[in-house]
Every structure is written in structure tokens, then in C-alpha cells.
């Protein structure tokens, strides 16, 4: 296939993937909170959002989750949810949503999420860069990185 009919696939396919990652954040968002803030046990739900390997990156740290255990584990994002829950964390909003599709198969998310504790006061606000990649399992998010200065 030439370059140019390589570019016309990509572009026929981007408004298509754009929906499947708003769907997917859609979904991702309510998981997450409701598993944070204790309304649900089921960790490996997570796994209909996160891929294997997965990969974090902070300012102070990189993390690589090998395997579905890992990612649910204690030093995985099952750690995270009990932060977060031990800090009275109530719900997450997702304030900005930009997706840049990179190919038919992946796109770059740039998320900005307001956190709120059960009184409902701003904990935090920060943004997340993720790669997110159609999967054999479906789309899938594969990296995040925390961009907050």
C-alpha cells in the first residue's frame, strides 16, 4: 500500500476510533471512582480499561505492570485504589478530553481529571497523557503518563 493510501485508511478510520476511546473513558472514569471510593471490590474490572504490559510514568517514578495480576495488585493500581479511598476520595470528573488518533490501531490521550473528596472539595486536579492501543482484547490503555508540572 503506498503512503498515500495509507493516509486516506487513517483518516477514514479516525472518527470511528475517536468514538470507541470516548467510549471507552466513558466507562473507564465511573469504574475507577466507584472502585476508589468503595462502592465496588471487583479490582480486575479494571482490565476491561488497562492492557498488559502497562506502563506509568510520575515525575518521581516508572512503573511497569507485566501481567493482569500485577496491574490489580497491591503495587499496581489496586494500591492506588486504596490510597485513595483511605483519603476519603468520593468521585473523579474528567475535565478535558483530547484525542490525537495516531493510526487505526492507536491514539494519545491528554485527560485532565478533577478529583473530589466526600464533602466535595477539589483535591486535586492533574493531567494524564495515555497511549491507548486496539488490542487483541480491544482498545485497550497501555500507557500513562501523569504530565502535571
Known amino acids: 500500500m503506498n503512503q498515500a493510501a495509507k493516509r486516506t485508511s487513517s ?3 479516525e472518527p470511528k476510533v475517536v468514538s470507541a476511546i470516548r467510549e471507552l473513558f466513558k466507562s473507564y472514569g465511573p ?4 472502585l ?3 462502592k465496588r471490590s471487583d479490582v480486575s474490572a479494571l482490565l ?6 502497562l506502563r506509568f510514568i510520575g515525575s518521581d517514578f516508572h512503573m ?3 501481567d493482569d495480576d500485577e496491574i490489580t495488585g497491591k503495587d499496581g493500581i489496586g494500591g492506588e485504589l ?7 476520595f468520593a468521585e473523579s470528573e474528567l475535565d478535558k478530553c483530547d484525542i490525537n488518533v495516531l493510526n487505526p490501531r492507536a491514539a494519545l490521550v491528554n485527560a485532565t481529571w478533577l478529583r473530589r473528596d466526600s464533602a466535595g472539595a477539589l483535591m486535586e486536579r492533574f493531567q494524564v497523557v495515555y497511549l491507548v492501543a486496539q488490542t487483541q482484547d ?12
Open 31 to 34: 469504574t475507577f471512582v466507584d
Open 82 to 88: 486504596a490510597r485513595l479511598h483511605k483519603v476519603h
Open 11 to 13: 483518516i477514514a478510520a
Open 48 to 53: 476491561n480499561f488497562y492492557g498488559a504490559p
Open 36 to 38: 476508589a471510593n468503595g
Open 138 to 149: 480491544g482498545w485497550r490503555i497501555t500507557s500513562a503518563i501523569n504530565a502535571t508540572a
Open 64 to 66: 511497569v505492570m507485566k
